[in-house]
């Protein structure tokens, strides 16, 4: 089994002092995209999430997942060359996602107040929301 890399980042403050602005916005700028998009289910939206939104969410949530609270504010790995997708799900609470929270397919509203920060993990998968979970590389606050 693969070992389970460090996390890159700690907190959310480590996020910020070692990620250029203009890099997290362009992140953010590719969730907006794909929070704007036309689905197969649900069609297009009527609202329209801009970065500066995404970017407030990121930042209202100081990086962590809503469900289980992880830091989730690394991105999907991709392969150094091909830029292809690589295996995440062992660091899945790490990995930032944007999630609506009453889904669309549902009729939730693609807008700022339905939005929030989660973990790829707990977005991909409802039934593992659980708070203070330790799996799939989550990066816990230690408790004071
Ligand atoms: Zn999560």
Redo the contacts with the bound molecule.
């Keep these: 089994m693969d070992e389970i890399p460090q996390p890159l980042w700690l907190s959310f403050e480590d996020f910020l002092v070692g990620t250029p602005m203009r890099e997290i916005r362009l992140w953010c700028s590719r969730k907006a995209i794909r929070a704007n998009r036309g689905r197969l289910l649900s069609g297009h939206p009527t609202g329209r999430i801009t970065t500066d939104d995404v970017v407030a969410v990121l930042t209202a949530a100081r990086g962590r ?6 830091l ?1 504010v690394q991105a999907a790995p991709t392969h150094p060359v091909s830029r292809k997708p690589m295996p995440w799900g062992h660091i899945g ?1 790490r990995i930032g996602s944007l999630d609506h929270v009453v889904a669309r397919i549902d009729g939730g509203r693609n807008s700022v107040g339905n939005l929030c920060w ?2 790829h ?3 991909t998968w409802p039934s ?2 659980i708070p203070g ?1 330790a799996d799939h590389g ?1 990066v816990q606050p230690i408790s004071s």
């Design positions: 997942c809503r469900y289980c609270g992880s989730a609470r989660c973990c993990w707990c977005n593992e929301r979970a989550a």
